[in-house]
């Protein structure tokens, strides 16, 4: 099989009931079927999904497969994996500066996906804080394929006895059409950029929303 063929699909085994995300990796020497990664809902059997799977695979390509390089990481209720970590977490968060502007760049994991986003503007604090939300919702967005959507409603820097916080709103809306009013917050420390994500990030994985 050749490396177009598995990207075709690997897409192709996203789209089956209950599978989020999948990714199959060949193996580089004889370039057969060495890995198939899923990403899947919680609600459905893992069995099934199996099963589902190696059918796919049979009829699409021709080949019968192993049902051991298969492997499946589910995601919970409230979007959670089974082992209880976050469905989201923060890769990577940075600023760069540029004469009068800044970037803001975040990249965002879920399972064995991963985004990033960047986002650009005038040299401010304020604009940081806005931009580091957005870049980070972006990428949220991106990595669940557009399952979430998010809106920036407001978000400030608050200042008690000499300490910096930042609170925000934001506006999420899921697939399934469930939408919620969201309040985060966090103290600003060395990494404002990724202070901002871990706490749009913690407040999302605790919401309950589902996608």
């Given amino acids: 099989m050749e490396v177009k063929q598995a990207e075709e699909l690997s897409k192709?085994?996203?789209?089956?009931d209950g599978v989020m995300?999948?990714?199959v990796i060949l193996d580089p020497e004889s370039g057969e079927l060495s890995e198939v990664?899923?990403?899947?809902y919680g609600d459905k059997n893992p069995k099934q999904i199996v099963r589902d799977i190696e059918t796919a695979i049979l009829t699409i390509s021709g080949e019968r497969i192993d049902r051991r390089i298969i492997s499946i990481a589910q995601m919970g209720g409230e979007g959670q994996t089974e082992d209880n970590t976050p469905g989201f977490k923060v890769q990577?968060?940075?600023l760069s500066e540029d004469g009068m502007e800044i970037e803001i760049s975040v990249g965002i994991t879920m399972g064995i996906s991963s985004k990033d986003s960047k986002k650009?503007?005038?040299k401010s604090f304020k604009n940081v804080l806005k931009l580091s939300a957005e870049a980070t919702m972006e990428a949220m967005e991106n990595v669940?394929?557009?399952k979430l959507k998010?809106?920036?409603?407001e978000i400030r820097e608050v200042t008690i006895e000499d300490r910096k916080f930042f609170i925000g709103i934001m506006t999420v809306?899921?697939?399934?059409?469930m939408t919620k009013e969201l309040v985060f917050s966090g103290k600003i420390e060395f990494n404002s950029v990724k202070d901002i994500a871990e706490a749009i990030i913690e407040k999302i994985n605790s919401s309950g929303l589902k996608f």
């Fill in 12 to 16: 192709m085994l996203s789209t089956l």
């Fill in 120 to 122: 650009r503007g005038i």
């Fill in 150 to 153: 998010f809106s920036l409603d």
């Fill in 173 to 177: 809306i899921s697939s399934l059409g």
């Fill in 92 to 94: 990577s968060a940075g």
């Fill in 144 to 146: 669940a394929e557009s």
């Fill in 37 to 40: 990664h899923i990403l899947a």
């Fill in 21 to 23: 995300k999948a990714k």
